[in-house]
Every structure is written in C-alpha cells, then in structure tokens.
C-alpha cells in the first residue's frame, strides 16, 4: 500500500483547520489569549507530512523531486518548518494567519496532479541534482516567508500612514522589526538559491553535456536571482529601506511563482522534472 498521499492529505486537512484556528484568534478573540492547543494542532500537521515525505522517499529511492506534485510536497513542508522556527524566534504569531491559507492551497492543489509512484531514472541520479532541488526548495522557503511579512509590512503601513487602524494594526509588531525580519529572510533564501542554480548547472553540465541551455525556466530563475540581488545590493548600501524594499520582496516572490507554476500552463518546458 502506498501511504504517502495518504498522509500528505491528512496534513493538509491539519494544516486546513489549522489556519482557521489561526485566523480565529488572531481576528476574532482576545490578543492576549495564548491557546497552546493551535499550536500544538499545527506540529501534528508537521508531524504526520513528514511521515509523508519519509514514506515517499521510501517509496521511490528518492528525494522528492522529480515532478511538480512532489517538488510542491517539498515545498509546502519547507515553508511550514521555516515559519514554526520564525514564530518560535520572533513571536509573530499572526503571520500564521497568513502562511497556513497559502500552504493550505499549495497542498491542495497537489491533489489535482498526477501523483503516480514511480523511480528516477538511475542516469538521472546525483548528488548535483540532490542538492540543487533540495536547497533551490529551502530558498524558495525562505522568500515564502519574506513575501508575507512583506504584505504585513505593507498593511501596517499604510495604516500608520492613512491614520486608519484595523485589527491588523493591534495585532502586527512595529515596522522596524517587520523590516529586518524580511530582510534576513531573503539573506537567507539568495545564497540557497545561488547554490541551487550553480549545482543545476553542474547537474546538466554531467548529465547533458552543457551547463546551461537558456531554456524558459533558467531564464527566468535568472531574473528572479537579479532581482534579490539588486535588492540585498541596495539595502547593503542603505538605499532601499522600508516601503520600496517590501515592494521589491514581493516582486520577487511573484517572478518565483511564475518561474515556478506560471510557465508550466504558457510554454512547453523543456526544464526536467517541473
């Protein structure tokens, strides 16, 4: 019996009611209650995906990653990890609120493709290809993460700037600390991201024959690297703070989405695996 797609729909239906948990008590109960128990809730949401992903492994002989249903698997538990590590450490529990919906939908759009269990072809194998897609997937992780304190940035700002409070602006820390929050996460993602695509060229270049073929998708995960670049060269030297860099954040977790799903519906890829 195959039992990952089985676990990996039992954590999206924890991680589901999870985020309505969230949103219930970020929005609609008292801030300085606690409830231990939504936590807890969402760490046998955690739990039970990465059984999935172990029995997947096990499964296939395999990290996943050889199509967009198990890149997406991958994807969805990265970015739950990173944001339990970032409210243990920072204490930003409404962003919760926020990533549990978005993780939700990426789960759940896993169950609209194809899932069979199959191998990776042994001449595809490598330790190149390991590391590209596990770290590319840990960056993306990352910028997940930044796009969305980002948006609270955004929010809590344009409320201190209309003079209009919500239940946002209560709920949300000053926008200093949302500022260097976003800012260490892409430090973060852009070296994961710059390992990722080097160890992709030397995949292709031991595989193939050629280190890089100007294909849809490396040529726009080379966009998607300038433009965090540009950013990071910008707030080193002191240049984009604030408005303008949550702005840029969020253009470059939108060219990931496009890189990522968007040219999968728009152009023949001739990128392996996703």
């Known amino acids: 019996m195959v039992w990952s797609p089985i676990l990996i729909k039992i954590s999206l239906l924890i991680y589901a009611i999870s985020g309505g948990f969230y949103i219930k008590r ?64 920072y204490k930003i529990k409404i962003l919760g609120a926020f990533i549990l919906p978005f993780n939700s939908l990426l789960l759940l759009y896993t169950n609209f493709l194809p899932n069979k269990v199959d191998n990776l072809p042994v001449g595809m194998r490598g330790i190149w290809l390991s590391i590209h897609t596990s770290v590319i997937f840990i960056s993306y992780g990352f910028f997940t993460l930044a796009f969305c304190v980002s948006l609270l940035y955004l929010i809590q700002e344009h409320q201190l700037k209309e003079k209009k409070t919500s239940v946002f602006y209560y709920r949300l820390p000053p926008l200093g600390k949302l500022d260097k929050l976003s800012y260490r ?18 995949w292709s270049g031991q595989i193939l024959g050629t280190y890089w073929e100007w294909n849809s998708k490396q040529i726009w995960i080379t966009l998607v690297w300038l433009i965090y670049a540009v950013y990071l060269h910008n707030r080193y030297s002191d240049i984009w703070r604030g408005k303008k860099s949550a702005y840029i954040t969020v253009l470059g977790f939108l060219t990931i989405l496009f890189t990522y799903l968007g040219l999968n519906f728009i152009t023949k890829n001739s990128h392996y695996f996703t």
């Open 26 to 89: 970020e929005f609609f109960s008292d801030p300085k209650s606690k409830n231990h128990w939504t936590a807890n809730f969402l760490y046998v949401g955690i739990a039970i995906h990465t059984f999935g992903l172990l029995a997947m492994i096990l499964e296939t002989g395999y990290l996943p990653i050889k199509n967009l249903y198990e890149t997406l698997v991958l994807l969805s538990w990265t970015i739950i990890v990173i944001y339990i590590l970032i409210e243990y450490l």
């Open 185 to 202: 996460l892409v430090m973060l993602g852009f070296p994961l991201l710059t390992i990722g695509i080097l160890t992709g060229a030397l």
